[in-house]
Every structure is written in C-alpha cells, then in structure tokens.
C-alpha cells in the first residue's frame, strides 16, 4: 500500500505540487491577513481603519478588472509557446500594469464625488499616484501569479505571496509604532509596499538564477496582439464567474441589513475554502492540459476525485460542527448563521462541477460556446438568491443561491463527462490501457514500434499542437490499424503554409476495403472524442478511401466516409480530385504505408491542369449568379478570391500553393482593380482589426462576380493557347 501511494504521488506531483501551492496561498495569507487587521484594528483609529479596507478593496478589485484576461491566458498560452515565455509574459505585465495604473487614476478622481469619505484619494497628487500605482502592482501581482502556475512554477507564486503577507504586516507594525499620525492611506501604503518587495525580490531571483538572457525576456507586442481576442474572451469568462460572488453580500445588505450580511459573510468565507480548493484544482488542470489535450481526461479524473474527497471532509466538519466551528467568531454567529453554512457547505459540489466545467471549456477553446451558458447561470444565482432572500431570509437566500448552483451543474455535466471519460473507440478498455500516451520525447519511438510507419519529415513540417492531435488520432486508430493500407497528410501542412488559426489538417486514409458499420461506429466515435479532447479537432479534415478507388476523383466513384467540419459522415463527397492525389504523392507525410512516391497509381500534372479546367468551366465557379449572396459573407470572399488565386497559380506558374501565398503572390501582379478585393481577402483571413474596404457589401459581392469571370477569362485563354501549340 505505501508502495502504491508513493507511486501515486510520483505520478502526480506536479498536480499536488502546484494545486497545493495555490491553497497553501490562501491559508497563509488568510492567517496573516487576519493578525494583519488585528494589527490595525488595536493600533490605528477606526476612521483609518475604514478608509484603508475600503481604498484596498478598491484597489483590488480594479486590479482584478485591469488584468484584462491575460493572467488567465498565460496560464494556458504558456505551454503552447516554447521559447517565447519571458516575451509573453513581459508584455502582458506591462499592459496590464498600465491599464491598472489608468483604472486608479480614474477611480481616485470619481470616487470622492460617488462617496466623500474617499475624498482623501484625490487630495493631491501624491495620493492620486499612490492609489494608481498599488492598483498597478496588485494587476502586475495578479498576472504574475497565474503565469507562474501557467509555467507549473507553484512554489515561486507561494513565495512572492507569503514575502508579500510578511513584509506588509511587518511594515504596518513599524509605521503603527513610529507615526504620530495615522490615516487611512498609511494602511493601504503598506500593502503597497508589501507588493513591490515581493515584486522586486521575485525579479532579482529571476536575474540571478539567469537560466536566460535577459534580452529573452523583452516584450514582443505582436505575439500579444495575436492573442488579444482569446485574452478578452478570458476576460469577460472571469468577470462573469466572479459576478454573483461579488454581488452576494451586497444583494444581503439590500434585501435584509448590514448586520445579517455579517454572519452571512462569515459563512460564505469559510465556504469559499472549498471553493478556493476547487478553483486551484481546475486552475492547474488548465494550465497542465492546454498545451497537451490529450492528458486532460485522466488529469480531470484526478482533480474530480481530489475535490470530491474535499467536498466530502469539509461537509463532515461543516454539517456536523457548525457550531463549534462559527463559535470562534462568537456565539451570535453560531446562532444565527448555522443554517447558512450548512446550506453554503452543500453547494461546493456543484460549485466543484462548474469549476471543471471552466477549465475544460478554456482547455478546448470552447470559451465562446460557454459564455452565454455562464451569464444565463450568472442571472439566475442572482435572481435566485434575490428570490430566497424575501421569502425565507439568510437561509433563503443561501439556499436559493445553491439551487441555482445545482441546476448549472446538472447542465454543465454533460460536457465534463464526455471530457473526463476515457477514450474507448473499440469498447475495449484494455486495449487502451496497452498503449499510455507517451512524453514527447518518445513519440516518434513509440509510433515506430507500433508499426505506425511516420515519416522522418513529420517534426519539421507538422506544428506541435498538430502533433499532439496527430498523437492522439493515430492512438485512437490503434484498434482499427488492420483495417488500413496508408494514412497521409496532405494540404497546407506539406505545402509549407499552415496557419493554426485556419487552416485545416488535411489526411487521406486508405482502406484496404470498404468498412462495415462497426468500424464507421468506431470512426464516429473516436473523431466526436478529438472534437472535444483537442482545441484543433475540429480542423481535422479526414477522406476514408477504399483502395481500389486510388487516384480516382469523385465524379468516378462512391460517396466515402469523410469527418469534415466537426461532423463525422459515413458516406459523402469532399472534393477528392487529382489535385489531391498530386498532393500526396509528391508532397504527402507518410503516418502508415508505403512511401509516398510508391503509391500504386499514377497522376501527372496535366491531371491536376484538366481539374483546373473542368472547375472553371464546369463546377461552381462556371455559375456564381447562381447563388450570389453567398458573396455577401465575409467567409466567401476569402474562400472565392483565395481559391481563384491559387487556381491562376496551378495554371500559370505550375505550383500548388496556399491560400495566403496565393494572395501575396497576386496582389501586385494582377490589374490594380482588384488590389483591393486582395485586400479584403487578406484582411478577413488574417483577422486584421481594421474596417473593411468597401462601404457596400453589394460593392463587394459585385466585384467578386466580376473577378470570377475575370479568372475564368484568363484562365480560359491560357488553357486555348496551351492547346494551340
């Protein structure tokens, strides 16, 4: 038994390691937050006391607000950009310090006409740069410490936190002795004192240990600009799930008095250990499983059972000692405030499901599918308490909240089950169980041993988040690897131009026969568990052709099985044509079969020439008027000028290249007429912030018309020439 808890804690160190360091932060800078307020409670006057607990309130929360997403970014973005950490997390600091420092400018200028006692914020300069700058570094601290969980690095945001709790108790102990007068803003300096040391210590560490140049750690604003979208998805995801905690004691105060609200805060602050716990969890699961998908159904397993086990202990204690446990505040908290705990207490176990339900939701991307389920959750905790509060008082309220909270969990678990349980395309664990992911180091070795025949290309071309879900795909086939002649990725990946915004992951699998409805079943399966497990499942474009179909195009064949666009089919066309089948012979990446150039069928480039043909003057582009408001879309002018520009390259230059490339390489070389519909292109497909560049949707949708006969034309007389020599 030891044996095993050793191993088990072996396994899991990391997880215990950072999640614990998390909740070691909360229990230490609560015990020393309380002799903090003691401190200040028997040395300084109220009325300091007042104004200092509620300009830090304040401060932290613009500081929470200021961080703008990018604490929860870098705790998932981190892992997914080797190399480039120090530049990342550089530049995210200073934003959000600089938005903090602009928050506390405005808020010491405003608040003294919402409330006078904050008049003192604003009394001079000094104390308006004192308020901004300890809004600033509490925003810095606040992302610091996420990215050093992104980092795995739990230990260091332990430290910097303690040395933060330390140094401003020991700073207040100091000043209550030596200052004749004492004022509200000699408390909150403290704190901000307190921040800088740990700050500055944190970053001599840093220097000193110099496991970089420090020129690795200058910001690189391009990097963050890329993910300014995800950051502010992040961003509105945090603040509604901090929303109704933050609400609480004011709807308290309203609905019943300041009074009630004090025993009900007292519960709900016990109650938010639990939480906290819960938080830290899926915190690291987020941090452990964004760059590496595939671990998060066991890692979510783990933190599942680490939280149950929490929720079970704390209801124990709370349930069964609520009494003796409120009694240490005093005896009117024991009586009045009972009820509330226990009702509070039983709502860590939604509250842990909902937790998961974030992490996994951020983990696969999904964060823009979960919005709207969180702000409906968010209304109605709100709306429920409200209601429980005027008919049943504290404990009403309490228990309205909690209701509310298990209605959220009983819809969010659906998605937590299906993330949290294990792969099983063939119904046989076992088989599973005989082939563990293994580290990146081994992958390769691994794939070869198990006769998956990777091509010794594969690290160069193949980015690793692609990798990883390759990883996983080829895992997942190991139940079906019989039924197989050759699996081969094709597209923009071997052509040297993926954009993991997006581009799709092209593979052509072919089968040694057609297959029977259990192994389209298994197919099926296996491609809705990548959808769910990896952030790029959905850019999977897989085409399941039967041997005796090689090198054929649609026109001559069956409908196949295909997964395109996060749907699994077991029969339909997806535009197989000698384009692919130029593709693959000459440039594929061989996952399993023969080598690519000994592929049993023959295409030539005039193949690929007469498909070009046959599209301009017979497929979709040979009617548009047909449909012309498709051409209204954004999506279709990229797709129509795009393809159309890659066409001209296949025919004129002989090259088969990408869609951007195709765009940059046409942009100064046809007419100046359609520069900017290139433009355009090029702006929807890079997501570049700017306007559009034409004020009419019809504009567009008519020059994309004419750009299509336009290529047609030139396409047409290039192939007549052709065909006259």
Request: aromatic share 10%; net charge positive.
């Amino acid at each position: 038994m030891r044996a095993l808890l050793y191993q088990w804690i072996k396994t899991n160190i990391v997880m215990l390691v950072n999640a614990g360091s998390l909740i070691s932060t909360t229990a230490v800078t609560s015990m020393l937050g309380f002799v903090y307020w003691w401190v200040a409670a028997r040395w300084f006057p109220p009325e300091a006391v007042g104004l200092g607990s509620a300009a830090i309130s304040a401060m932290a929360l613009l500081g929470t607000i200021s961080t703008l997403g990018l604490g929860t970014l870098l705790t998932g973005e981190l892992a997914r950009q080797p190399g480039k950490e120090g530049p990342l997390i550089s530049a995210s600091l200073i934003v959000a310090g600089g938005a903090g420092g602009c928050a506390g400018i405005v808020f010491a200028l405003v608040a003294p006409f919402v409330a006078t006692d904050f008049q003192a914020l604003r009394a001079s300069v000094i104390n308006i740069s004192l308020f901004a700058v300890g809004v600033s570094l509490t925003t810095i601290a606040l992302v610091l410490d996420y990215a050093l969980i992104g980092l795995l690095r739990g230990g260091l945001q332990l430290w910097r936190n303690t040395l933060f709790a330390v140094a401003k108790l020991a700073v207040l102990f100091v000043v209550s002795l030596w200052l004749s007068q004492k004022v509200g803003l000699t408390i909150y300096t403290t704190w901000l004192v307190g921040n800088a040391l740990s700050l500055t210590l944190l970053t001599v560490f840093v220097v000193l240990k110099r496991e970089r140049s420090l020129r690795s750690y200058l910001p690189q604003w391009g990097l963050l600009g890329k993910l300014g979208s995800v950051a502010l998805q992040h961003h509105i995801f945090n603040l509604l799930i901090l929303l109704s905690g933050w609400f609480l004691p004011v709807l308290v105060t309203i609905l019943l008095s300041a009074r009630v609200n004090a025993w009900f805060y007292v519960s709900f602050m016990l109650a938010n250990f639990i939480f906290n716990a819960a938080n830290a969890l899926t915190i690291v699961l987020y941090a452990m499983s964004s760059a590496h998908p595939a671990i998060l159904a066991h890692k979510a397993r783990l933190t599942l059972g680490l939280g149950a086990v929490t929720v079970i202990l704390a209801n124990c204690i709370f349930q069964f000692a609520t009494g003796q446990v409120l009694g240490v505040f005093g005896h009117i908290y024991a009586e009045q405030a009972t009820w509330s705990l226990r009702i509070l207490a039983l709502g860590t176990l939604p509250y842990l499901i909902r937790s998961h339900y974030v992490a996994i939701c951020r983990s696969q991307g999904r964060i823009l599918y979960a919005l709207l389920p969180m702000a409906a959750g968010t209304l109605l905790e709100l709306g429920a308490a409200t209601l429980g509060g005027r008919l049943g008082g504290l404990s009403g309220l309490s228990l309205g909240w909690v209701a509310a909270l298990y209605v959220e969990a009983m819809f969010m678990s659906y998605t937590v089950f299906k993330a949290v349980r294990p792969i099983d395309v063939s119904t046989n664990i076992d088989q599973l169980q005989q082939h563990p992911l293994q580290p990146e180091s081994r992958r390769i070795l691994h794939l070869r041993q198990r006769n998956w025949g990777l091509d010794s290309r594969s690290d160069e071309l193949i980015p690793t988040p692609v990798q990883l879900l390759i990883d996983a795909y080829l895992q997942a086939l190991e139940p079906l690897h019989d039924h197989f002649y050759g699996i081969y990725i094709y597209g923009s990946i071997v052509l040297g131009g993926f954009d993991e915004r997006e581009s799709d992951i092209d593979i052509l699998a072919l089968t040694h026969g057609d297959l029977g409805p259990p192994e389209l079943a298994q197919l099926k399966a296996l491609h809705t568990q990548l959808l769910w497990a990896h952030k790029l499942g959905k850019r999977l474009e897989v085409l399941y052709i039967p041997l005796y179909n090689l090198g054929k195009s649609d026109r001559e064949i069956a409908a196949y099985p295909t997964f395109q666009f996060g749907k699994f089919s077991p029969a339909r066309y997806a535009q197989l044509s000698s384009v692919t089948w130029w593709t693959v012979k000459t440039k594929g990446i061989r996952l399993l079969g023969p080598e690519r150039s000994s592929l049993p069928f023959e295409v030539t480039w005039q193949d690929v020439l007469e498909t070009m043909r046959d599209n301009l003057n017979d497929g979709f582009w040979a009617t548009p008027t047909e449909r012309p408001y498709l051409f209204l879309l954004d999506g279709w002018i990229v797709l129509t000028v795009a393809t159309l520009c890659r066409m001209l390259t296949t025919i004129e230059e002989g090259e088969i290249v990408t869609y951007l490339v195709a765009l940059k390489r046409w942009r100064d070389r046809l007419p100046t007429r359609w520069c900017p519909l290139i433009d355009e292109a090029w702006r929807i497909r890079s997501h570049l912030p700017i306007p559009s560049l034409y004020h009419s949707r019809l504009k567009r949708m008519r020059e994309v018309l004419a750009f299509i006969e336009y290529v047609r034309e030139r396409g047409g007389k290039v192939f007549q020439a052709t065909a006259q020599r």
